[in-house]
């Protein structure tokens, strides 16, 4: 009897060993790779900061909160990691291989990448292009093994953007939807499978971009109604209705504010997923 007690405790302790889940060890950081872009560069005031260069040479623009701290992003990583897929966006998996391969190196920067892009929700995070990510995936694909590179400086402190002059409060039904431009971007455009499709130029947005226009002018019209953004109030907003050149910058300044911090400051839309960049050039040559 009392030998079969011992078997019996022998066995329960086995069936407890075996059922606790297995501890899954952070990755290692210095195998995370670097943005190499700072937050908050050269702001122009209405939530738009610099990415990298894009195909005209030119910086892209990017929410002025992107990229994100280093340490929130890598104890996101840890979790999708841990988790085997985005937590944000489960129909995305990952892993993060740790070998010098190729293939090993691919699979880290794609964790990266989609950790990056779904940091607030399915393809709602930072794009790309506010990172070199996309420089080193295609150092990676030729073959060039990428050290981690260091982190950039941090950009020196920006002189407050200048409030715009106070406007008129918006009629009872709020802005008038004729004076608010079609994105000219289709949402979903080229999905990849990791939350990137395909913005103005065919450069990396999260699929999730451009908002749903009705939803966007609601946002706008809070936004009009404030006085500045609602998810960002140090940003002032106006939204004219005339045809000066000064009262069409100001309608397209509201716009790029509310697309940029549709869901908390600097956290939104970037200006490639829609035409408004370009439109607020061609008002800015005006005479």
């Not at 994100?68 to 892993?95: K, T, W, Y």
């Not at 802005?175 to 999905?191: H, I, Q």
């Not at 509201?254 to 829609?274: E, H, K, R």
Request: aromatic share 4%; net charge neutral.
């Amino acid at each position: 009897m009392k030998f079969s007690t011992v078997l019996l405790s022998a066995a329960a302790i086995a069936a407890s060993v075996s059922s606790r889940p297995l501890q899954r060890r952070d990755v290692n950081a210095a195998l995370v790779p670097q943005f190499g872009i700072q937050a908050g560069v050269n702001p122009d005031g209405t939530g738009n900061c610099d990415g990298v260069n894009g195909p005209n040479g030119r910086p892209i623009l990017i929410p002025c909160a992107c990229p994100p701290n280093r340490d929130d992003f890598i104890r996101q990583l840890n979790q999708n990691v841990a988790a085997g897929h985005v937590i944000n966006n489960p129909g995305v998996g990952i892993s993060f291989p740790e070998d010098g391969s190729q293939a090993s190196q691919l699979a880290r920067l794609n964790a990266a990448t989609v950790t990056l892009q779904n940091l607030h929700g399915p393809g709602v995070g930072c794009p790309q292009a506010a990172t070199t990510f996309g420089a080193q995936l295609t150092a990676i694909q030729n073959g060039q093994s990428v050290a981690p590179a260091p982190a950039p400086a941090p950009a020196p402190a920006p002189a407050p953007a200048p409030a715009p002059a106070p406007a008129p409060a918006p009629a009872a039904g709020g802005v008038d939807p004729n004076l608010v431009p079609d994105f000219g971007v289709a949402r979903g455009a080229s999905p990849d499978g990791t939350g990137n499709c395909k913005g103005l130029n065919n450069i990396n947005i999260p699929c999730s971009c451009p908002p749903d226009r009705t939803a966007f002018i609601a946002s706008l019209n809070a936004n009009v109604a404030a006085g500045h953004a609602v998810n960002n109030p140090s940003v002032a907003v106006s939204f004219p209705t005339g045809q000066s050149k000064g009262e069409q910058q100001a309608r397209i300044g509201a716009l790029l504010v509310t697309l940029q911090n549709l869901n908390g400051p600097g956290v939104g839309c970037p200006a490639v997923s829609t035409v408004y960049a370009q439109l607020q050039q061609q008002i800015n040559a005006l005479p």
